[in-house]
Each structure stands twice: as C-alpha cells, then as structure tokens.
C-alpha cells in the first residue's frame, strides 16, 4: 500500500483489552492492550501461536465479545462499550466475519439462499423479493457459484465451495471490512490458492479491506499489506510486510519467521528453527511500550531491550 | 518374499491395492491399485488432498479400517524378526484385524495421529500410558516398564520426567503432547512408524521441533517412518521418498530429489506452485481449477484429466500406466509417453525451480 499514513483509518484500535474471569481468583487475560490501526482497501495480517489472541481479537472487533477495555473507531464511530443503535447497525452491516470452518459456520437446514439473504431481510436492504434474488444470484455468481447452486443445501457442496459461500454471505451486505479467521486453513491445499486468489479478486473489484488472521505466514505474507505480530495477548511488532519479513526485530518475530518451511528440500533438510522462550529472553509484555523504527514498523519493548535487538538489524 | 535379492532392507511392500467402501449412496473405489515399498530406516512421505486415500492406504497397513471397508485385491506383505529370532513375511491382508491387533499393532506397527489431545485418555496419567504396551507385548515387569518410560520420556525431549510421568495429558501443552504420544508410539521399538499429519494440530514454532525429535529417534533406532501429509514443507523437512496420491492412485512417486526439482505430473506442479514462499511476488496464486472427483462415480481414464489444462485426448479415455522416467522416479501421466507434446510447467513453478538451483549452489 502506498501512503497509508496520510489517509483515516478505518478501523483504530486502542489498548483493546478482553479478559475472561475463569474464578474470583484467575482470570485469562485473552488480549491485554493492542493498538493497530487498518486502513481503507488493505489487508492487515494478523499472525501468532494459538492462544496469543488473534481470534479473540477479531472477535472483540466485531463484538461477539463485550471488550473489557479500550476503544475500538470504526470508520469515525466509537463501537467499544455500550454502541448507540445507530452505531450497532452500522457496525453490524459494515463489518462482516468469515469463519474457520465451513462445515460449521453455515446452517444446515437452510438453503444457500436463505443462507446470503438472511443478512439483507434483516436490514431491509432490498426492495422486494425479485431484488433479493438479484442480489444473491450477482454475489453467488462472483464468488465463483452458479444460481443453480443457490436453491440446494450446505452439506451438498465441497469444503472449498462452502468457503465460497461464507464469502459470499459476509460480501452480500456489501461491507467495508471483513475479518477473515484462519478462512482457509481448514481447507485442502489445492483449494486454499482459488479461495486466496478470490478474496484478492474481490478485493480489487470492491475495494474490500480485509483483516486477515492466519498462523500460515508465507499465506499472510501472500496476502497482506500490513502485518502484526501477536504473542500472549500482546501486539509484540507491527509494519508493512516488508519491514516485518526483512527486518524482523523482535526475537518471536525472528522465531515465527525461522519456523516458516522451506518447500526446497535441501534448505529445508538443514534448517534448524530459532526457538523462544519469553522467561529465558527476560522478555516482560508489561513493561514494554511501543518503539517506533520507521513511520509504520513499530515493536514492543522497553528502551533496553530495544537497544539490544536493534543492534543487529538495519536501523 | 521374491528370491532376488535386496541390497536394502524390505520392510513392507504393497502390491496392487484396490480397496472399497460400501456407503449408502454407493461402493466408493477409494484405493486404486497402490504399489509401495518402505526399506528399513527409510522415510516415505504421502502426500494428496483429503479423500486421496492416503489415510486409508495406512489405515489398512495397521487393520484399523472402517468396517464398511473391503480389500478388493493386492497383498501387503510386512516382513519382520519374530519371537523366535527369524525372519518372517505376512500379508497383512490375509489377517484378521484382531490378529493384526494382538501380533503387530504397537509392537512392530505404530502410529502417531494428528491430534494428541484426542488420542491420549484423559483419565489416565501418561506414564501409565507409555507403559501398557510394554507391559501387554513384552511382559515386562511394572519396574521395568516405568524405567524405559521414564527413559523415553527423557529421549522425547520433555524435563524432569520423573514429575511428569504422574502428570495427565491436560497439564501438558500441545507439543508435549504429542511427544508423549510418540514415546507411546516408540515403546516397543516398532520397525514402521505410521505419522498422520503428526503436526498439522500444531503451532508452526512447534512443527518443527515435532519433526526434528522423529528424525533424531530415526537415527538412533533404525526405525522407518511413513508420513502422511498435504504439507509439503514437512515432506522437504524429513522424507527421502515421497509418493504422491490423487483420487486413489499414486500418479507420482520418486525421491525427494526428483520429485522437488524435477516434477513430471500436472498435479505435483499444481501443488508445488499453489503454496506460496516467503518469496512468492507474483500477483496470484496458481491454482489447481476445479476439485478433487466423486470417487463414487466410475472414472473413465485419468482421474486428473478434468482438472488438468494439459490433459490429452487419451486421457479422457485410458488410465494412464506409470512411466519410468529415470532412477526411482515413476509418473503416471500421458504425457510421460515420448509420444505426447511436449509442455511446459507454470511459470510460477519456473521461478521457484530457478530460485532453488541458486540456493543450492550457495549450499
């Protein structure tokens, strides 16, 4: 992306903080303070090991979760906290979800229309039914199904096709940000390269902007414009995929990288991937506090480990 | 066994596999004719889509399959020191799976599955599950058994064994997990290692430590290894061989060598090109159009064909054979005959060749 900086964001992400109180004495703190800001028409990868809370993340965005703290700005309006209606609805049609599995995430006693359309009879966005038809039938059409398919049932089609239609269901409201949730992982890999091509094809057509959490990195590096690295609940390293893939600062960013495989079997077979170990590093989330290196590339640290990491990087 | 004799080796050999299913909406041909050999100390990777059989090919190896299952044809004949210190061959299809269960399954035949958590017991600590193969097969000795678990729990890689032992599996992390799944695996010393996607449930921080702790057992016992997996990062990792499945068959198979910087079949190029690398800059993905055929239905010639853009009028009509194209590596693709036109791999794939053949060179 070019010049993001000079443009609004569209989603503003500040201290965002979702905790779950297991008992009076223990509570999981899932995110704990992240900060990022997406801007229109870009995808923004968000990677990490499972539990760092990337899902929760995405979640808290579009409120499935009540965030504990923090503020979410989406395109000029405040949705953390208590959302004023007319906020709700806005986020509600603006903002849309893919999920991991496509086996799970679509109903199966309702048909494929009924399916895409529920979103648009919810929010009366449609003049009568010929219109609704219209309007499935145009987005079933360019997310790669035919109308055909759009009279049959969920368990009728392929893990690939499924994904296609939970596409189509999060585009059909015509949304300004979707966020993708490890949306291919569960599929084949062959199948994996036409869901990931659609999305980019669909992105350029619509100008879609996409938060897309993944724990695949050459598929996010693929894919996105931005990436942030999430470890434990905190947002350890944010740039541009250039800065994150060539110079990496923070010592999990380096491990995650190390551990990407090779598909060349040579380098492969005498890789030997960085580990990390957060108490060995004596490495504390809390203390730190955002270092920015360049405009966008930012990392998580205090000002002696900053030091420290910086030394054998390009800055 | 034949009377030739082998340089290596043979531990397993499948012949002509055809395996069934008999489902309510019709007989599904999901095996189709596999042929396989696994040399000691060895490491076979299969690699295909879901529904390829790739799972099913080991499932009939350890007499786990589902009972709507039949062996239609073939033998897989499993060659192994008995009890009495001689060498002895069986086909393991002509056996019961009761008595692939009691003879071989855990003593000689092991398997790592893909997600730990649900194949440990929750209601029983991990030494103990370590310890009831050893027990069961080898008749050792309550004492003994917890020595050598304690001892592979050591050699799998987790500190302070001893404490661990008492421990269940959900005070373990997902990685320890499966490293205690493989010490179970391990405890007989079994001469075939069965890997079912052993990291796919796995961080890819962890993936890699999984693999390196099999390889580094490999060495040490002389255990050979099938992996099945569709991630071909983790074949370039481990695998010396690796035979690629589409809809029942292997349509590729060869080393690791001839199959990543010489692949012949369509489908092998679609999968190298449609994972993207760290340095994939083109603006789209290859893909490979279309899915995976309904092996409910009849399959006239190449099962491939409707998905492949260089498919030849033949191969809507004949299945093609394997071709010899040259050392171990076979390929069953029309256009392996030296009567087809000649084709060109992607484009992208062309990069990616290249850009091995440079990193080789600094190696």
């Known amino acids: 992306m070019t010049q993001t900086e000079a443009r609004e964001p569209l989603l503003h992400v500040e201290n965002l903080k979702q905790h779950f109180r297991i008992n009076r004495n223990y509570t999981t703190k899932a995110v704990d303070g992240i900060s990022f800001d997406i801007y229109p028409g870009e995808t923004y990868g968000l990677v990490g090991e499972s539990g760092s809370g990337k899902s929760t993340t995405g979640r808290a965005l579009i409120r499935l979760y009540t965030p504990t703290a923090g503020k979410i700005i989406f395109d000029g309006r405040d949705i953390s906290g208590n959302m004023k209606p007319e906020d709700e609805e806005y986020l509600r049609t603006n903002m849309q979800m893919i999920f991991q599995d496509p086996m799970a995430c679509l109903n199966p006693r309702k048909k494929v229309k009924e399916i895409i359309a529920q979103g648009l009879e919810i929010h009366h966005m449609y003049k009568d039914q010929a219109d609704l038809d219209e309007k499935v039938n145009t987005i079933l059409e360019k997310v790669g199904l035919s109308r055909e398919h759009a009279t049959r049932y969920p368990q009728q089609f392929s893990g690939g096709q499924r994904q296609r239609i939970g596409i189509a269901r999060a585009l059909v409201l015509n949304p300004k940000l979707v966020i993708a949730d490890e949306a291919i992982s569960a599929l084949d890999v062959s199948i994996q390269a036409q869901v990931v091509n659609l999305m980019k094809d669909l992105q350029d057509e619509l100008g879609t902007t996409y938060l897309f959490i993944a724990h695949d990195l050459s598929m996010v590096k693929y894919i996105s414009d931005r990436i942030g690295v999430m470890h434990l609940g905190h947002l350890v390293e944010t740039g541009t995929t250039d800065e994150i893939f060539k110079n990496p600062v923070h010592p999990y960013t380096k491990s995650l990288l190390s551990a990407i495989p090779k598909p060349n079997p040579r380098v492969e077979k005498s890789r030997i991937a960085l580990t990390y170990d957060k108490k060995k590093e004596g490495v504390d989330y809390t203390a730190g506090t955002a270092h920015q290196l360049t405009e966008t590339h930012q990392v998580l640290a205090t000002d002696e480990e900053f030091e420290r990491w910086i030394k054998d990087t390009s800055y | ?363």
């Open chain 2, 1 to 363: 066994m034949t009377a030739k004799k082998d340089k290596k080796d043979r531990v397993l050999s499948v012949r002509d596999l055809n395996i069934s299913f008999e489902t309510a909406s019709g007989t599904v041909r999901a095996i189709r004719g596999v042929r396989m050999d696994l040399f000691r100390g060895e490491t076979i990777a299969i690699v295909g889509e879901s529904g390829s059989g790739k799972s099913v090919t080991v499932k009939t190896i350890m007499g786990i399959m589902a009972n709507n299952g039949k062996i239609e044809s073939g033998r897989i004949d499993y060659t192994f020191t008995n009890e009495k210190g001689e060498r002895e061959t069986v086909d393991l299809t002509k056996l019961s799976q009761k008595e692939i269960r009691y003879r071989f399954n855990g003593k000689h035949i092991a398997m790592v599955f893909q997600d730990p958590m649900t194949s440990l017991d929750p209601t029983m600590i991990i030494g103990k599950q370590i310890m009831e193969g050893m027990i069961l097969h080898e008749k050792l000795s309550k004492a003994a058994a917890k020595e050598r678990a304690i001892d592979l729990l050591r050699k799998v890689g987790i500190e302070n064994p001893e404490k661990r032992f008492h421990e269940y599996p959900h005070q373990l992390s997902g990685g320890m997990r499966q490293r205690v799944v493989i010490a179970i695996a391990l405890a007989c010393n079994p001469d075939i290692l069965i890997c079912d996607e052993p990291t796919t449930a796995l961080d890819v921080t962890i993936q890699a430590k999984i693999l390196e702790l099999i390889k580094e057992l490999q060495r040490e016992t002389g255990v050979s290894v099938i992996y099945i997996t569709h991630d071909l990062g983790v074949v370039a990792k481990v695998a010396d061989y690796v035979d690629v499945m589409y809809a029942g068959r292997i349509v590729e198979k060869g080393s690791i060598d001839e199959i990543f910087y010489d692949p012949r079949h369509p489908y092998t190029w679609g999968l190298l090109a449609s994972m993207p690398d760290t340095d994939t800059n083109s603006k789209r993905l290859f893909a490979i159009p279309g899915t995976p055929p309904n092996l409910l239905e009849k399959i006239d010639g190449d099962a491939f064909a409707p998905r492949n853009p260089f498919a030849l009028a033949i191969d809507y009509k004949t299945e093609p054979p394997m071709f010899n194209v040259g050392g171990q590596h076979r390929v069953a693709s029309w256009l392996c005959d030296p009567r087809a036109p000649k084709v060109e791999m992607p484009d992208q794939l062309k990069e990616r060749m290249e850009k091995m053949r440079k990193e080789n060179e600094g190696i």
